[in-house]
């Protein structure tokens, strides 16, 4: 998780802009939002691993996170039950593991075999110790526990080709070889048959054990590559892109990485926070606007670089680490086991912005395919746990059940967006207004996910449709941002929507709509 403020940036839609279907925009209307949605512009079908989220050996996390034997909760393999439970609830699909900055210093068989064999080690990315008991092993069977597609990553801080291609054998050999016939010594017969991989982490960032120019890594990661998938053809690797948006190096570096390794790698790597406590208010509600910048430019770098290599693949996006934060130093005792590190109180503001920022991966659901939420548990997670205590959810926990558990077996379909314009110091004017329709491939039905990016303007929400004969009912939630108290079981309260000719709601200050319609 690398520090820094994120720098403006983003792009308006031009004037003039035509709705789907031919229809011309409208004139801007003082307090007014206008959403035309077309049932034959279909962008995309959201990959279900978009709804993902992240576990790092980080502070809590792991250890009196998912994991705490001895808890009153924990099943017989030491998974707190009611966590899982919570994250069965939260709807995550996929969990990136085990870091991260943990990941550049770590060495993977150290978290597998008997517990009582496995060494501790000092973790130097957070100055922490490393019991190792939890590790590869255990992971696996957690994510078996909850329901979750495993994202494995590879050590390429101090580690490389050797390593990597081990650990490849050892999660998806069938047998017959040292490392799969290990892990069946280890009590699992079957391969894990891992199919997600990533190559390192943040190896731009100089926070990073084994950091690297982008020559350098983008040639290691080439050679990783490569070499993996000659253990498992089947596998997709996923390759390190800038840290953050605001690195000075952005978008020259993943340029780099990607002349490397184009040819082998199956997405691009991107990070972003948004940090509360950085950011003035008005910026810090319109940090979507900003997202959909960065992600607008990830896109553009991997499109340019495909020109470059005159390839016929189409580089699609990972955005592996996202979240809103607060910003600070914690203090903790050096080389502490799993010390409490950046576990802040999330509020109505937070969540309301957690929302919108859903709204710019939904939209460019053609190119981001996954997306990990960071991190799951205590550590700026929508879920908290208490060391021998309960578990609860956050204040940001509503709007992401909302949307992992709303757009599964769901097409992102196209919509224009007419809006006023909110002033910010960070990203000059931006649209008061985003939206997102996603529409369910099975009845067709639709939900609209929308933010209302204004800290002092009501916007009176408009949504039309195209392509369909009527609507036959309308279902409205809505959560405010304008309370500054944190509510972990805070999730958006119901709302009349008429539904005619046309879906009305009205918005107030900061706030993020849940819209659903049945079609016919």
Same mark, same amino acid.
């Given at each position: ?13 031009? =004037? ?5 279907? @031919? ?56 998974? $707190?039950?009611? /966590? ?11 969990? $990136? ?34 019991? %190792?008991?939890?590790?590869? %092993? ?22 490389? /080709? ?13 047998? =017959?070889?040292a490392l799969a016939d290990l892990r ?16 390192g982490n943040e190896m731009d960032g ?38 953050? +948006? ?41 940090? @979507? ?26 580089? %699609? ?11 600070? $130093? ?18 109505? +503001? ?6 919108? *920022? ?17 991190? *799951? ?11 021998? @205590? ?7 926990? =509503? ?44 009845? =067709? ?13 009501s916007l009176d929400l408009e949504v ?45 200050? *900061? ?10």
């Amino acid at each position: 998780m690398p520090g820094g403020t994120e720098m403006p940036g983003g792009t308006e839609m031009p =004037g003039g802009t035509e709705m789907p279907g @031919g229809t011309e925009k409208t004139a801007k209307k003082a307090g007014v939002g206008r959403i035309v949605v077309d049932r034959d512009f279909v962008v995309a079908e959201v990959d279900r691993r978009l709804c993902g989220s992240f576990v790092e050996h980080l502070g809590r996390v792991v250890y009196s996170g998912i994991y705490e034997p001895g808890h009153p909760g924990s099943d017989s393999n030491g998974f $707190r039950t009611d /966590v899982a439970d919570l994250v069965k609830e939260l709807g995550v699909t996929t969990v $990136r593991y085990p870091g991260g900055n943990f990941v550049s210093a770590y060495d993977w068989k150290d978290g597998i075999g008997p517990r009582q064999h496995r060494p501790r080690r000092l973790d130097t990315a957070w100055h922490s110790t490393e019991t %190792n008991e939890f590790g590869l %092993n255990e992971f696996m069977s957690w994510c078996q526990t909850v329901d979750i597609e495993p994202f494995l990553v590879f050590n390429l801080g101090t580690q490389g /080709v050797e390593s990597a291609c081990q650990m490849v054998e050892y999660c998806n050999g069938s047998g =017959g070889s040292a490392l799969a016939d290990l892990r069946k010594a280890h009590g699992r017969e079957a391969p894990y048959g891992v199919h997600l991989w990533g190559l390192g982490n943040e190896m731009d960032g100089d926070w990073q054990v084994g950091s690297r120019t982008a020559a350098e890594y983008g040639s290691l990661a080439s050679q990783v590559a490569r070499a993996v998938k000659r253990v498992d053809d089947s596998i997709e690797v996923v390759v390190a892109g800038s840290s953050l +948006r605001a690195m000075s190096t952005f978008p020259q570096w993943d340029c780099t990485v990607l002349e490397h390794s184009y040819d082998y790698v199956d997405y691009l790597a991107l990070h972003q926070y948004y940090p509360a406590n950085v950011l003035d208010e008005q910026s810090f509600a319109a940090s @979507g606007y900003d997202f959909d910048a960065y992600i607008s430019a990830g896109i553009a770098t991997c499109d340019y670089v495909q020109e470059i290599k005159r390839s016929k693949r189409r580089m %699609n996006l990972s955005m592996d680490e996202w979240n809103v934060n607060y910003r600070g $130093r914690d203090q903790w005792e050096a080389w502490a086991v799993a010390p409490a590190i950046a576990e802040f109180n999330y509020n109505c +503001r937070d969540a309301v912005v957690e929302g919108s *920022l859903l709204i710019p991966l939904l939209r460019h659901a053609d190119r981001v395919k996954v997306a990990c939420q960071s991190l *799951l548990v205590n550590v700026g997670g929508p879920i908290r746990a208490q060391r021998g @205590g309960p578990a609860a959810k956050e204040a940001i926990f =509503g709007p992401l059940a909302a949307v992992f558990n709303g757009v599964r077996g769901c097409s992102v379909v196209g919509s224009v967006i007419d809006s006023p314009d909110v002033a910010t110091s960070a990203y000059g004017d931006v649209p008061a207004l985003d939206a997102v329709a996603v529409a369910n491939d099975q009845d =067709g039905n639709l939900t609209l996910f929308a933010v209302n990016r204004s800290t002092v303007d009501s916007l009176d929400l408009e949504v039309r449709f195209r392509g369909w004969d009527a609507i036959d009912s309308a279902r409205g939630r809505l959560l405010s941002g304008s309370h500054d108290h944190s509510d972990g079981a805070l999730v958006p309260t119901d709302v009349h929507v008429p539904a005619k000719d046309v879906g009305r709601l009205k918005m107030g200050p *900061l706030s993020w709509a849940v819209l659903e319609f049945a079609m016919s």
